[in-house]
Nanobody, 118 residues
Framework: QVQLVESGGGLVQAGGSLRLSCAAS????????MGWYRQAPGKQRDLVAL???????NYVGSVKGRFSITRDNTKNTDYLQMNSLEPEDTAVYYC????????????WGQGTQVTVSS
């Protein structure tokens, strides 16, 4: 059974930082593509950042230079480091794994709330 568990959300003032974690069980992040998405109230869920199984990364323009994905293969956990947070970053953040092979499919975490106050 594949499970993604996020943690690390919270309330922070504008300009502050948070680090989100996504721990996987049942799959290896190092063998699959993984992304972070966010969904603000009344809006669709959008991709924020992506790390491929080749460890290449890509970021949406609004977070480039502020957010970064890292991976700890020993813990099978991905992290989203968020710096210089802005009120516009307020959303529920979800990790996502797009898997091939034995556990082919798309998987989502439960989401973690990030609130940035001005």
């Amino acid at each position: 059974q594949v499970q993604l568990v996020e943690s690390g959300g919270g309330l922070v003032q504008a300009g502050g930082s948070l680090r989100l974690s996504c721990a996987a069980s049942g799959i290896r992040f190092s063998s699959n593509n993984m992304g972070w998405y966010r969904q603000a109230p009344g809006k669709q869920r959008d991709l924020v950042a992506l790390m491929t199984k080749y460890n290449t990364t890509n970021y949406v323009g609004s977070v480039k230079g502020r957010f970064s994905i890292t991976r700890d293969n020993t813990k099978n956990t991905d992290y989203l480091q968020m710096n210089s947070l802005e009120p516009e970053d307020t959303a529920v953040y979800y990790c996502n794994a797009l898997c091939t092979g034995l556990h082919a499919g798309e998987y989502w975490g439960q989401g973690t709330q990030v609130t940035v106050s001005s």
